[in-house]
């Protein structure tokens, strides 16, 4: 047989082969961009669980668990697209609902657009935008906090249980600022440094700078001695969808990359598992609200590693996941007894969550 029909019939059955071996690749995911609601309206595209291959049978259990839980709203986004979204216990998704101290990372974002605007710096102290006096302590001790110690939460300002997180008067010096993490809702002076750098009232400028500009409706309310924030459940999968593409809604920049990584990272020395007003997964330990303890492993052992998380009194909750491009959010009443930000709902909802998928 001569070399050029040799040649062929190689080259021949070279084709056949490789024909054979491409045809499963049409059933491999393709890589989509990420998508982004409207700002305005209900249209936001959806992604079914049978195009993710994801397990139906694995829904109706994560379902139950929410109702029998106390839930209110729950969303599932993979890459901006709606996989799940339900509502329980006569919650709608017209239906406001507070935040809780998932809210704090609002604050936190607001920080980071003030500073990319030259408005502040987080290193420097307090009282050079809101003036001295808004604590009990010293002079000397009070210039020792700057913004990005309300950040960290790491004031040193004395725990208070039931104080007044604004009034001096309950302000009290406990320890030097950046020695000591204590979850401490003194955060909330950042939006009066905000207010006072901007020249505008915090709700204004909060409107302008990052509600009305990724389409949230919602609005500040005083609860108690606090801020809070109110919103639909699709207004804050919408601060999820911002905070999972690192500070961008499409092609607009709300919040600059560099404040993103180090808001997502952990901030200081002594709980691992804090950044700025967010809390992170996947550390070698952590610190509970109201808690000077040091607890080994993950706050969540059943999430993801790479998860950051908003997390709210009575289980208010925003977990971004970069690794998997998912933002998942739950609203409502308090799950168990335990009314912290942190319990063991987290861990099982994270295994009913995993069934979808593993």
Same mark, same amino acid.
């Given at each position: 047989?001569?070399?050029?029909?040799?040649? &062929?019939?190689?080259?021949?059955?070279? !084709?056949?082969?490789?024909?054979?071996? %491409?045809? #499963?690749?049409?059933?491999?995911?393709?890589?989509?961009?990420?998508?982004?609601?409207? +700002?305005?309206?209900?249209?936001?595209?959806?992604?079914?669980? %049978?195009?993710?291959?994801?397990?139906?049978?694995?829904?109706?259990?994560?379902?139950?668990?929410?109702?029998?839980?106390?839930?209110?709203?729950?969303?599932?986004?993979?890459?901006?697209?709606?996989?799940?979204?339900? /509502?329980?216990?006569?919650?709608?998704?017209?239906?406001?609902? /507070?935040?809780?101290?998932?809210?704090?990372?609002?604050?936190?974002?607001?920080?980071?657009?003030?500073?990319?605007? @030259?408005?502040?710096?987080?290193?420097?102290?307090?009282?050079?935008?809101? @003036?001295?006096?808004?604590?009990?302590?010293?002079?000397?001790?009070?210039?020792?906090?700057?913004?990005?110690? &309300?950040?960290?939460?790491?004031? @040193?300002?004395?725990? !208070?249980?039931?104080?007044?997180?604004?009034?001096?008067?309950?302000?009290?010096?406990?320890?030097?600022?950046?020695?000591?993490?204590? /979850?401490?809702?003194?955060?909330?002076? +950042? *939006?009066?440094?905000?207010? *006072?750098?901007?020249?505008?009232?915090?709700?204004?400028?909060?409107?302008?700078?990052?509600?009305?500009?990724?389409? =949230?409706?919602?609005?500040?309310?005083?609860?108690?001695?606090?801020?809070?924030?109110?919103?639909?459940?699709?207004?804050?999968?919408?601060? @999820?969808? +911002? =905070?999972?593409?690192?500070?961008?809604?499409?092609?607009?920049?709300?919040?600059?990359?560099?404040?993103?990584?180090?808001?997502?990272?952990?901030? *200081?020395?002594?709980?691992?598992?804090?950044?700025? &007003?967010?809390? &992170?997964?996947?550390?070698?330990?952590?610190? +509970?609200? *109201?808690?000077?303890?040091?607890?080994?492993?993950? !706050?969540?052992?059943?999430?993801?590693?790479? =998860?950051?998380? %908003?997390?709210?009194?009575?289980?208010?909750?925003? /977990?971004?996941? #970069?690794?998997?491009? =998912?933002?998942?959010?739950?609203?409502?009443?308090?799950?168990?007894?335990?009314?912290? %930000?942190?319990?063991?709902?987290?861990?099982?909802?994270?295994?009913?969550?995993?069934?979808?998928?593993?």
């Amino acid at each position: 047989m001569s070399k050029p029909i040799i040649a &062929l019939l190689t080259l021949l059955l070279f !084709i056949s082969c490789s024909s054979g071996t %491409a045809q #499963p690749t049409s059933t491999m995911p393709t890589t989509e961009s990420a998508y982004f609601p409207p +700002l305005t309206g209900n249209v936001w595209e959806t992604k079914s669980i %049978a195009s993710l291959g994801w397990k139906q049978n694995a829904v109706q259990p994560l379902l139950d668990y929410l109702s029998l839980k106390n839930s209110k709203g729950f969303i599932i986004l993979v890459n901006g697209r709606i996989v799940m979204e339900n /509502y329980f216990n006569g919650h709608s998704a017209t239906t406001n609902w /507070y935040w809780a101290s998932a809210g704090k990372t609002l604050t936190a974002t607001m920080t980071g657009i003030a500073e990319q605007e @030259g408005l502040l710096n987080i290193n420097n102290k307090v009282s050079q935008y809101i @003036g001295a006096g808004w604590t009990s302590e010293t002079l000397a001790k009070e210039n020792l906090i700057t913004c990005k110690n &309300l950040l960290t939460m790491t004031s @040193g300002i004395e725990d !208070i249980t039931y104080g007044d997180a604004v009034d001096p008067a309950s302000l009290h010096y406990n320890s030097d600022a950046g020695t000591r993490w204590a /979850y401490h809702n003194v955060y909330v002076k +950042l *939006q009066d440094v905000i207010a *006072q750098a901007s020249g505008q009232t915090w709700s204004n400028y909060f409107n302008s700078k990052l509600r009305d500009k990724i389409g =949230m409706d919602g609005l500040w309310f005083t609860s108690g001695n606090n801020i809070v924030y109110s919103s639909t459940t699709r207004s804050m999968a919408r601060f @999820g969808l +911002l =905070m999972l593409n690192k500070g961008k809604w499409e092609n607009n920049t709300i919040l600059n990359e560099n404040y993103f990584n180090a808001a997502t990272s952990t901030s *200081q020395n002594i709980n691992l598992s804090y950044g700025y &007003l967010w809390w &992170l997964n996947g550390k070698s330990s952590y610190h +509970l609200p *109201q808690s000077q303890l040091q607890l080994p492993g993950s !706050i969540i052992p059943s999430g993801p590693t790479d =998860m950051f998380m %908003a997390l709210g009194k009575n289980d208010q909750k925003i /977990y971004v996941i #970069p690794s998997k491009k =998912m933002v998942v959010i739950r609203m409502g009443d308090a799950a168990d007894t335990v009314n912290m %930000a942190l319990s063991d709902f987290d861990d099982v909802l994270w295994q009913k969550i995993n069934a979808l998928y593993q």
